[in-house]
């Protein structure tokens, strides 16, 4: 059975700091790109970032780009996004993702084979 499970949202201020993490089980980590989206209320799931199977390829959306950084660690089954200087406009469920592929980082959802229930981020002004 295929579990990706998001940690480390909360609420935060503007300008803040926080990490998520997403502790994956029940595939081989090893092989698989993983992203980050975020969805707010009332609006679609938009593309953060995402790398690929060794962290020699990473993408990430404009609007985060300096902000947050993705990373792997292939030895706990485990991806984080590094989040920084945070903005009221980053509250959403943030949620992790898994595409079956060894180098995909683009930012189609549909590529994305497994999800994670997602985790709240609210940063207030």
């Known amino acids: 059975q295929v579990q990706l499970v998001e940690s480390g949202g909360g609420l935060v201020q503007a300008g803040d700091s926080l990490r998520l993490s997403c502790a994956a089980s029940?595939?081989?980590?090893?092989?698989?790109?993983m992203g980050w989206f975020r969805q707010a209320p009332g609006k679609e799931r938009d593309f953060i970032a995402a790398?690929?199977?060794?962290?020699?390829?990473?993408n990430y959306a404009d609007s985060v780009k300096g902000r947050f950084t993705i990373s792997r660690d292939n030895a706990k089954n485990t991806v984080y996004l590094q989040m920084s200087r945070l903005k009221p406009e980053d509250t959403a469920a943030y949620y992790c993702?898994?595409?079956?592929?060894?180098?995909?980082?683009?930012?189609?959802?549909?590529?994305?084979?497994?999800w994670g229930q997602g985790t709240q981020v609210t940063v207030s002004s």
């Open positions: 993702a898994a595409a079956q592929s060894t180098y995909y980082t683009g930012s189609n959802y549909e590529r994305y084979d497994y």
């Open positions: 029940g595939l081989t980590f090893r092989y698989l790109t």
């Open positions: 790398i690929n199977w060794s962290a020699s390829s990473t």
